[in-house]
């Protein structure tokens, strides 16, 4: 492949990660919308975020067992996109709560596919020495796309709750992008000595599934930092257009965290999971204490940092487990797992602190020192067990 034309294959495997943390448009205008519809409970309208990560779930393992197979991935991907916009945009003229959550589900419809599908085509569009180094920099497109995304959302929601729906017209340029630039993978463009892989080989590794219930668990820890910081903002005189900047910080964290992301994956392997909860921890720390935006913003970096770290490593660790035509559906489970975890996050913690009589909402982030320290203990035990297996590299398909 020609310089230039692996220069706009890049071109529209990013500019579909662009779109990618879109779930998060509208998280700094949960308290806007809630003023606008007073009637509704805090939990229902929880439901405008995490209806798209609900309907998610079914339509990524869909799109992971039909990816290049009965179903292009080109037409896959544009499809991501146009759903992504229509759906994304159409609560703007609404003003039936049911409708609009009907429409986010249509949203979700392309949500379900743009994360697994963006990986898959880096695994099958992209040598394997330079992987490591493509996953990163494309979670710093992924977390540039989210603070463009978020700050417009929380900008837009200070001036009436619908116009954040407005700042998801950015899947129309992903769309035309993709159309003109993305290539349909080769069926075979495979690493040398996987084309004739046998049948056996192909079946999905177990740790597939556990990577995918990892994700979950972290998602459930982490998601009240983003559904419900606009309200705990609130408590301390912040408004919705704080609360977007507040959570860009999120994604400049992330952001900072890819550009790096090839060097220390490829020094330290798999133990760049347990760096990323260190990172989860410490932000989790400072949501549970702080009294000042200024904290919250270092909060939020931090939580960047540690959310691009583990996500990051566990796709490259995942992907390096699979044949590369096996990629849509391992990531797919994985992204599956994340859904899922953001979807019971809220009711987890409701039911949870209505049982205890609980009313505080920095509970949440006293639950994730806990759960996040939790796991990197986990962590370094399993991987201490595996400390003589070789270390798991961008090319390197070694067992997990």
């Not at 409970?41 to 079914?58: C, D, E, K, R």
């Not at 979700?108 to 996953?135: E, R, W």
Request: overall charge positive; proline content about 5%.
């Amino acid at each position: 492949m020609s310089e230039k034309k692996q220069s706009l294959v890049l071109l529209a495997i990013f500019s579909f990660a662009f779109i990618a943390m879109g779930v998060g448009t509208i998280t700094p205008a949960i308290a806007a919308i809630g003023a606008a519809f007073p009637h509704v409970g805090f939990s229902t309208l929880l439901l405008v975020s995490t209806i798209p990560s609900l309907v998610s779930i079914p339509v990524a393992i869909i799109g992971g067992s039909i990816a290049g197979k009965s179903v292009k991935y080109r037409t896959l991907v544009l499809f991501a996109a146009l759903m992504f916009t229509i759906g994304g945009i159409i609560p703007y003229f609404l003003s039936n709560f049911t409708l609009i959550l009907v429409s986010r589900a249509f949203f979700g419809l392309g949500l379900g596919l743009i994360m697994p599908l963006n990986t898959a085509l880096i695994f099958n569009l992209i040598p394997p020495d330079k992987q490591a180094n493509i996953m990163g920099i494309n979670g710093v497109v992924m977390n540039i796309g989210g603070i463009v995304l978020q700050l417009l959302g929380g900008v837009f929601a200070s001036i009436q709750w619908n116009y954040s729906f407005l700042a998801h017209a950015f899947g129309l340029i992903t769309f035309l992008i993709t159309l003109f630039f993305l290539p349909e993978p080769k069926k075979h463009e495979l690493p040398a000595g996987t084309e004739d892989a046998p049948a056996e080989k192909l079946k999905m590794p177990v740790s597939i599934f556990g990577w995918g219930i990892a994700f979950g668990v972290v998602t459930i820890l982490d998601y009240p930092s983003l559904t419900n910081m606009s309200s705990v903002l609130e408590t301390i005189g912040a408004n919705s257009a704080v609360a977007g900047i507040v959570l860009m910080f999120m994604t400049i964290g992330g952001m900072l965290a890819g550009i790096v992301f090839g060097k220390i994956f490829n020094k330290i392997g798999r133990q760049t999971l347990s760096l990323g909860l260190v990172f989860f921890i410490l932000s989790q720390v400072l949501f549970a204490f702080s009294q000042s935006v200024p904290l919250f913003i270092v909060g939020e970096a931090l939580m960047g940092i540690g959310l691009t770290l583990s996500m990051t490593s566990i796709n490259m660790m995942a992907g390096a487990s699979v044949h590369p035509s096996q990629t849509p559906m391992a990531m797919s489970i994985i992204v599956t797992g994340m859904n899922l975890g953001g979807f019971l996050s809220g009711y987890i913690y409701a039911a949870v602190m209505g049982a205890l009589g609980i009313t505080t909402l920095r509970f949440q982030y006293y639950s994730g020192m806990v759960g996040f320290t939790a796991l990197l203990v986990f962590f370094l035990i399993l991987f201490s067990v595996k400390k003589r297996a070789t270390p798991v590299g961008p090319s390197q398909a070694s067992s997990h």
